[in-house]
């Protein structure tokens, strides 16, 4: 197994690396402002009004999620903290929703001992609309780590360990527009895979696609290495194709964010780990939109601990792209890279101050970009930089900008302690079969049967190197089929959501044996065989 080291820059290989780049960095009059004291950086998005919403977390093993609304120069105009300050309150990510509201996917330990994944809906103003925790009280920890609106105005969580199989440990929620859960998807890799962990996912007009990171031997050997590994599925969840990059040609990695060009290729950012070497070095691996690998090219050569965390289109061609490197184990370089899309560095910059990693950029709607990251000289503080297109530091605006339009009230800066709603049945069609099974009795059956539809419905996918499973907690309706052993259909019938049972008078029906199938979405979610006497 890849086992990662903490690298020590010596400072002459740190000295000669600054100099080979020099030219290509840029220095400019810093656009620099902090937020804290006591959180950490985790998301900036651009809001509707121009302004910027930063997702924090106080650091420590309890305290708050952290929302920060500021205006186009960075200045904060009112802050929202979500918690108690007692549970851990774990923030990840926030998206601005269709509404121009905000969502935010995170983890809690309010409803028990263990940490739950949490779904989360403030409006426009800044108030809670609704909360909903994926409750798991069998799975010491899970985490919500990646919330994204759909087109049909619902969300999808990116999930790990969400489910009592420890080897599904890559999950796909999809919620309504008031939480309410609709379907979970599991992914596993085949037997040789092991330790996937996902990353990120990209919502599409046709088709999601998820990257994680997973271990994976090379031919011959035993053990595993990182390897990229993505998903493509459909807008239901079911897996189209998979990727496990670098089988074939030993390349070892970890990927963290991945960005789609128009013609739905796609390009994950991480780091390439040198077989041999303690370098790590920031890379771009590039995938087809057929799910076939294509290439990867490291943004920087002989590096120790470096990656790239974020980025975003510069224009069709061009990317910008927020990583950085080691300078000894407690502290790193943060740059930004100008690349084109064959991972070629055009330019650069490092930022003022020595953090922990750049945590996300976010393109704004000027062609310029903001950056978030963690500042701990001593005690940690949110760090936001913002540049132009020229990898300059930006300059202050000076013109009005209107915000928060959309509310009929200034917003108040307060503490939101929320109450979620509890989605307790999550683990049940995994560790309980029978919640998804058909069941019909008496059976053998000579007159009455009874038919019982199952709680949740399950479709397994075991085609190529990784197998899924959808659980379905919503739907409209079933139809319940029955064939005799010639294949010839002699009932169907239309079960809605709520109906949980039927009776059937097969008393007048010829002896023999019957196939029930229970379908949705044309396919068979559950079945049963019923000999008539």
Not at 212 to 239: H, L
Request: charged fraction near 15%.
């Amino acid at each position: 197994m890849n086992q990662k080291n903490s690298f020590f820059t010596p400072m002459r290989k740190f000295l000669l690396i600054l100099f080979c780049f020099l030219s290509l960095f840029s220095s400019a009059q810093q656009w620099m402002k902090t937020y804290g004291p006591g959180y950490w950086a985790d998301w900036v998005i651009e809001y509707y009004d121009k302004g910027y919403v930063i997702l924090g977390t106080k650091s420590g093993s309890a305290g708050y999620c952290w929302v920060i609304k500021t205006d186009i120069n960075g200045n904060m105009l009112w802050n929202k903290k979500i918690g108690n300050g007692i549970d851990v309150m774990f923030g990840n990510n926030i998206e601005q929703t269709t509404d121009n509201g905000l969502i935010i996917a995170g983890t809690t330990s309010k409803y028990g001992n263990q940490q739950d994944a949490y779904i989360l809906k403030l409006n426009s103003c800044g108030n809670l609309e609704w909360c909903s925790d994926i409750y798991t009280p069998t799975i010491p920890w899970d985490l919500g780590w990646r919330v994204k609106p759909t087109s049909d105005n619902g969300y999808l969580l990116l999930g790990l360990y969400n489910s009592p199989n420890e080897n599904l440990r890559t999950n796909l929620f999809k919620f309504d527009a008031l939480g309410n859960l609709l379907w979970h998807q599991a992914y596993l890799p085949d037997s040789a895979a092991f330790e996937d962990d996902a990353q990120d996912i990209l919502v599409n007009s046709s088709s999601y696609y998820i990257t994680a990171v997973v271990y994976y031997p090379d031919p011959g050997q035993g053990g595993g290495w990182e390897r990229f590994y993505s998903i493509c599925t459909d807008t239901a969840g079911n897996k189209i194709w998979s990727n496990i990059y670098g089988l074939t040609n030993y390349y070892h990695g970890f990927p963290s964010t991945t960005l789609r060009n128009n013609k739905g290729d796609y390009y994950s950012f991480g780091c390439h780990d040198i077989n041999g070497t303690n370098y790590t070095d920031p890379c771009i691996v590039k995938v087809l939109s057929d799910g076939s690998s294509s290439y990867n090219k490291d943004i920087l050569t002989n590096v120790y601990g470096g990656g790239i965390g974020t980025g975003d289109w510069l224009n069709e061609n061009t990317l910008i792209l927020g990583g950085g490197w080691a300078l000894n184990a407690n502290s790193a370089v943060d740059a930004l890279f100008e690349t084109d899309t064959l991972g070629n560095l055009l330019q650069s910059i490092i930022l003022d101050t020595i953090s922990t990693g750049i945590t996300n950029t976010a393109k704004t709607f000027d062609n310029k970009f903001i950056s978030i990251a963690t500042d701990c000289p001593t005690t940690c503080h949110i760090v936001a930089y913002k540049v132009n297109s020229d990898l300059q530091y930006d300059s202050v605006y000076t013109r009005h900008f209107t915000y928060d339009s959309l509310c009929p009230h200034p917003v108040v800066s307060d503490t939101i302690d929320p109450v979620c709603g509890l989605i307790v049945n999550v683990e049940e069609p995994f560790s309980k079969p029978e919640t998804r099974q058909l069941k019909v009795f008496p059976n053998p059956a000579s007159g009455m049967l009874t038919v019982i539809f199952p709680q949740y419905l399950m479709v397994s996918d075991n085609n190529g190197p990784v197998k899924s499973k959808t659980v379905y907690h919503q739907w409209k309706s079933t139809f319940l089929e029955i064939y005799n052993l010639n294949g010839e259909r002699l009932f169907q019938k239309e079960i809605p959501k709520d109906q949980t049972r039927l009776e059937l008078d097969v008393s007048s029906w010829p002896k023999g044996m019957y196939l029930f199938r229970l379908i949705y979405n044309k396919q068979t979610v559950a079945g049963e065989k019923v000999i008539i006497k």
